[in-house]
């Protein structure tokens, strides 16, 4: 068998592969709250030809011209082409990021953009979380967070620290007058602002996961106010509420009600969320949550 034929016997397998994959029974919504016009962010969810769930956020850039459209179009770009990844492994995320930067910079050659800065044009982060059968992956470049939730949320009382959530998002951003400066981020320059982030979890089988992806204006660590103050007392102050952020209290424990089965749809979840706190947003919020089927069953830990 010439080199070729093996090589195009493996694509087709793993071809046939994703086709056979079971079809996701969990469960992902995405929504966004404005908190000024236009809204800055953007975010979809949406099944594959395969059954698994795609999920994204994006935050433009307040400080670059364009910044909505900068959000809008990143996502629409992931909703056109994210599909065609088999396998989303480091060099098949990389090329779709890459992708989404070098559209920028055809779509900054248009003339309702000439006499722009060119360099504070078009600049958007974007998370994105992919889900496969065992695991869920997920590529950011920029800040805002990735929060993963033991489906052990149930057993855990409403005042209690959440030690059943993790932060799993580092920010690509620097401490610069005052403010945190992102060094990593998707824009029109066709000077590639560096690699995504990648991060893959295996899914819990027993006690499920909940994974929430958010922009800055519900959450990112490089905003609390812990690592800003330098009175060490008022650092201790702000010690437990930096870690027990109320919005997000708030929305675990929303998400316990669907794990006990007292709330049973998640769409109405995130809506009571972005309600319920829709004047302590500084910013624009969007989030999207996946709840895998181990969350969403009967499985007691």
Known sequence: MCQWEENNEKETAKQNEQQILPISESRCFSASMPNKEPNEDAHLHFKTSSGLFVFAVADGLGSFSAAAEASK????????????????DSKSLLQLFQGINSYL???????????????????????LGIEETDKVTFAYLGNGAIIHIRGTIAEYKDNDDPWFASNLLNPHSVPQKGGE???KFL???SDYHGQPSIITVEKDKIAGDAFIICTDGISSQDHFL???LEDIDLAR?????????????????????????????????????????????????????????????????
């Not at 770009?77 to 396998?87: A, F, G």
């Not at 900054?108 to 722009?116: C, P, V």
């Not at 979840?269 to 181990?294: C, H, M, P, Q």
């Open 237 to 301: 102050t702000y010690l437990a509420r930096t870690y027990t952020d109320d919005k997000l209290l708030d929305l675990y424990n929303l998400l316990k009600k669907i794990k006990n089965k007292e709330k049973p749809n998640l769409e109405n979840v995130i809506d009571e969320f972005l309600n319920n706190n829709k004047g302590r947003f500084g910013d624009d919020a969007t989030l999207a949550i996946l709840l895998t089927d181990s969350f969403l069953s009967q499985n007691k830990v």
């Open 187 to 189: 824009t029109n320059n």
């Open 73 to 88: 179009q990143a996502i629409e770009y992931v909703k056109q082409y994210v599909d065609s990844i088999i396998i989303p």
């Open 105 to 127: 910079c055809e779509l900054a050659k248009g003339d309702e953009y000439k006499g722009r800065d060119s360099e504070k044009l078009l600049g958007t982060t974007l998370i």
């Open 181 to 183: 400066p992102l060094y």
């Open 226 to 228: 812990l690592y800003k």
